[in-house]
């Protein structure tokens, strides 16, 4: 293997087995390794003014976003692991292409390769887009519709904006030689691979049809102009705007250009719509993001009654930009249009306020109800999916007026 990856045993239970030597020079270090071994399945730190964590994963605090600026800043981005975080050297990185989509068919043994001072010489792509988990909102599936479903329980924070820079997929396509043969690709991360309950599933990998990967894909070295951190898939990652999160694999280390349709446990078994509202054997798997809307306060928040509150959120659609917001604290009785702040930046989402002036102390629900360019409207509940993916519902946001 060409590329400076430690390699680890994700074990199931939230541990994990370093299987390679961890490779160091001081000798000092290398007595710590116990320490690497237990080391978190995420690098940055996660304070928790900023962050809820969940297993492998961290959610970002809504309220961590009031006052802060358009993006998200990368100390408060949500990170979503299948296992862990790993350290990905640029130097030595490579991604390899190979397939019977491009010219001459190579196969993995005889892969085109690109190092990052490869992609760095391609034409530099800019884009502000919204990155969201298709899991975001799953645990409304039991709050709000009586539906419990298993996974990570997400309240709203498994999104986010950032400004993205990279070489687009299509460049490096077409310099690998991609023929009009080719079908789909399925883009590989260098984590570790993926075991549950016992069943190896290999690493993280999904296939994305030919015409998404030539049109808007990004191969991204840059997250809010600095170099991609590790958490994020750094050196390397896909930007997939509009579609879920796990489409835009990180750590990319090898892309698959194929003249069929392809298949793996991220678009079969998972990321894919099931149960009694969809077709019996699965739905189709999960592709672009829904519309959804979030308030920057935390849960539970307390406000005090009798004085007027500015109550921000922003909203956001993988399909179009957002055109309208209403808010209600009225359990959906009245609704009023929420005043924009500033335009939406590029695929990223809609920022917004309300005056609220709650008159008496007590318990209450906050509603925001986005619409775009569509015409589609945040519907009052979704139908039910067992893996609890795309909660677009209106979500019913508890307060406290004291
Ligand atoms: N290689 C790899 N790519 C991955 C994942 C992963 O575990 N491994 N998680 C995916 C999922 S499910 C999501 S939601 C996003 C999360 O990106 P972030 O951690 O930068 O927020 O990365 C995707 N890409
Ligand atoms: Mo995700």
Request: some cysteine.
């Amino acid at each position: 293997m060409t590329t400076g990856v430690q390699d680890s045993q994700f074990a199931g239970d939230g541990s994990y087995r370093v299987d390679d030597t961890v490779e160091v020079d001081d000798p000092v270090e290398q007595q710590q390794e116990p320490v690497e071994q237990q080391r978190d399945s995420i690098v940055k730190p996660l304070p928790d003014e900023y962050f809820v964590r969940h297993d492998t994963n961290a959610e970002m605090r809504w309220d961590a976003m009031a006052g802060v600026g358009y993006r998200v800043p990368i100390d408060r981005f949500f990170v979503r692991n299948h296992t862990r975080t790993p350290i990905v050297d640029p130097e030595t990185w490579r991604l390899e292409l190979f397939g019977a989509g491009l010219r001459d068919a190579p196969t993995s043994d005889h892969a085109i390769e690109f190092g990052l001072a490869d992609l760095l010489e391609l034409p530099v792509h800019t884009s502000t887009v919204t990155l969201e988990c298709a899991g975001n909102g799953r645990s409304l599936f039991a709050e709000q519709q009586d539906s419990p479903v298993e996974g990570t329980p997400w309240k709203l924070g498994g999104v986010g904006v950032a400004r993205w820079r990279g070489a687009r997929l299509a460049d490096v396509l077409e310099r690998a030689g991609v023929t009009d043969e080719a079908v789909e690709v399925m883009p590989q991360g260098l984590d570790p691979r993926v075991v549950m309950d016992g069943v190896d599933h290999g690493h993280v990998r999904r296939p994305l049809p030919i015409a998404k990967a030539l049109d808007d894909v990004l191969l991204a070295y840059e997250m809010n102009d600095v170099p991609l951190p590790p958490d994020h898939g750094g050196p390397v990652r896909l930007v997939v705007p509009g579609w879920v999160g796990v489409s835009w694999i990180k750590w990319v280390g090898q892309i698959e250009v194929a003249t069929r349709q392809l298949f793996s446990p991220w678009n079969t078994v998972m990321y894919r719509m099931f149960g009694p509202s969809y077709p019996e054997g699965g739905g189709d798997p999960v592709t672009r993001e829904v519309l959804k809307s979030a308030f920057e306060l935390p849960w539970n928040a307390e406000l005090v009654a009798g004085r007027t509150h500015v109550v921000r959120g922003r909203s956001w659609s993988g399909d179009a930009p957002v055109t309208r917001v209403e808010v209600s604290t009225d359990e959906g009785a009245t609704w009023c249009p929420a005043r924009p702040i500033g335009a939406a930046e590029g695929a990223g989402w809609q920022c917004w306020e309300i005056e609220w002036h709650p008159v008496s102390p007590g318990n209450r629900v906050l509603l925001a109800r986005a619409s775009d360019g569509t015409g589609a409207t945040q519907p009052d509940s979704v139908p039910f999916n067992t893996q609890g993916y795309l909660f677009g519902a209106v979500a019913r946001h508890p307060v406290r007026v004291t």
